[in-house]
Protein backbone atom coordinates (compact mmCIF):
# COMPACT_ATOMS: atom_id res chain seq x y z
CA UNK A 1 0.00 0.00 0.00
CA UNK A 2 3.17 2.20 0.86
CA UNK A 3 4.67 1.50 -3.03
CA UNK A 4 1.13 2.80 -4.56
CA UNK A 5 0.49 6.44 -2.21
CA UNK A 6 4.32 7.04 -2.51
CA UNK A 7 3.34 6.77 -6.96
CA UNK A 8 0.05 8.57 -6.66
CA UNK A 9 2.05 11.28 -4.73
CA UNK A 10 4.88 11.68 -6.81
CA UNK A 11 2.66 11.37 -10.04
CA UNK A 12 0.81 14.34 -8.51
CA UNK A 13 -2.77 12.07 -8.40
CA UNK A 14 -5.16 13.22 -6.22
CA UNK A 15 -8.60 11.34 -5.77
CA UNK A 16 -11.80 12.89 -4.82
CA UNK A 17 -14.92 11.01 -3.47
CA UNK A 18 -18.21 11.82 -4.08
CA UNK A 19 -19.91 12.00 -0.35
CA UNK A 20 -21.47 8.94 0.33
CA UNK A 21 -24.99 10.58 1.31
CA UNK A 22 -24.93 12.76 -1.87
CA UNK A 23 -24.19 10.31 -4.50
CA UNK A 24 -25.25 12.72 -7.05
CA UNK A 25 -22.48 14.71 -7.11
CA UNK A 26 -21.15 12.21 -9.65
CA UNK A 27 -23.72 12.73 -12.04
CA UNK A 28 -22.12 12.74 -15.18
CA UNK A 29 -19.96 9.82 -14.78
CA UNK A 30 -22.87 7.81 -13.26
CA UNK A 31 -24.83 8.33 -16.57
CA UNK A 32 -22.20 7.44 -18.38
CA UNK A 33 -21.99 3.87 -16.51
CA UNK A 34 -25.69 3.60 -16.53
CA UNK A 35 -25.51 4.09 -20.77
CA UNK A 36 -22.25 1.53 -20.65
CA UNK A 37 -24.31 -1.05 -17.91
CA UNK A 38 -27.46 -0.94 -20.35
CA UNK A 39 -25.75 -1.19 -23.35
CA UNK A 40 -23.44 -3.89 -22.12
CA UNK A 41 -26.76 -6.29 -21.22
CA UNK A 42 -28.42 -6.05 -23.90
CA UNK A 43 -25.64 -7.29 -25.55
CA UNK A 44 -24.42 -9.84 -23.58
CA UNK A 45 -27.74 -11.13 -22.56
CA UNK A 46 -27.27 -14.86 -20.59
CA UNK A 47 -23.79 -15.13 -22.40
CA UNK A 48 -20.22 -15.94 -20.99
CA UNK A 49 -17.67 -13.79 -22.48
CA UNK A 50 -13.80 -14.59 -22.60
CA UNK A 51 -11.80 -11.25 -20.82
CA UNK A 52 -10.86 -10.49 -24.58
CA UNK A 53 -14.24 -10.63 -26.02
CA UNK A 54 -15.52 -8.60 -23.10
CA UNK A 55 -12.98 -6.01 -23.41
CA UNK A 56 -13.61 -5.83 -26.88
CA UNK A 57 -17.28 -5.10 -26.77
CA UNK A 58 -16.61 -2.53 -23.75
CA UNK A 59 -14.58 -0.96 -26.35
CA UNK A 60 -16.83 -0.91 -29.34
CA UNK A 61 -19.29 0.51 -26.79
CA UNK A 62 -17.31 3.08 -25.78
CA UNK A 63 -16.56 4.21 -29.60
CA UNK A 64 -20.30 4.39 -29.70
CA UNK A 65 -21.08 6.66 -26.62
CA UNK A 66 -18.10 8.42 -27.77
CA UNK A 67 -19.78 8.89 -31.31
CA UNK A 68 -22.84 10.46 -30.02
CA UNK A 69 -23.66 14.35 -30.71
CA UNK A 70 -23.37 16.70 -28.18
CA UNK A 71 -26.73 18.36 -29.47
CA UNK A 72 -29.35 17.15 -31.64
CA UNK A 73 -29.16 16.94 -35.60
CA UNK A 74 -30.41 19.35 -38.03
CA UNK A 75 -32.17 18.25 -41.27
CA UNK A 76 -30.83 20.86 -43.01
CA UNK A 77 -27.84 19.45 -45.66
CA UNK A 78 -26.01 22.56 -45.40
CA UNK A 79 -25.50 22.94 -41.59
CA UNK A 80 -21.72 21.18 -40.78
CA UNK A 81 -21.03 18.54 -38.26
CA UNK A 82 -22.00 18.66 -35.36
CA UNK A 83 -19.29 18.38 -32.14
CA UNK A 84 -19.22 14.80 -30.39
CA UNK A 85 -17.15 13.81 -27.26
CA UNK A 86 -14.75 11.90 -30.01
CA UNK A 87 -13.72 15.15 -31.63
CA UNK A 88 -11.90 15.74 -28.29
CA UNK A 89 -10.08 12.35 -27.70
CA UNK A 90 -9.20 11.75 -31.05
CA UNK A 91 -6.76 13.40 -33.86
CA UNK A 92 -9.08 12.06 -37.15
CA UNK A 93 -12.35 11.58 -36.36
CA UNK A 94 -13.53 9.88 -39.72
CA UNK A 95 -16.06 11.84 -41.42
CA UNK A 96 -15.30 14.81 -39.29
CA UNK A 97 -15.65 18.53 -40.32
CA UNK A 98 -12.00 18.93 -38.58
CA UNK A 99 -10.53 16.21 -40.53
CA UNK A 100 -6.51 17.62 -41.18
CA UNK A 101 -6.73 20.47 -38.86
CA UNK A 102 -4.52 19.43 -35.90
CA UNK A 103 -5.71 21.33 -32.65
Known sequence: MEEIMDF????QIKWN????SAPHFGGLSEAGVKSLKYHLKR???N???????????VVQIEAV????P?????????????LTPAHFQLENV????????SV
Open 43 to 45: VIG
Open 17 to 20: FNPP
Open 70 to 82: FCPLSNDPNDVGT
Open 65 to 68: LNSR
Open 8 to 11: LSKE
Open 94 to 101: QGSMFMGI
Open 47 to 57: SILSHEEFLTL
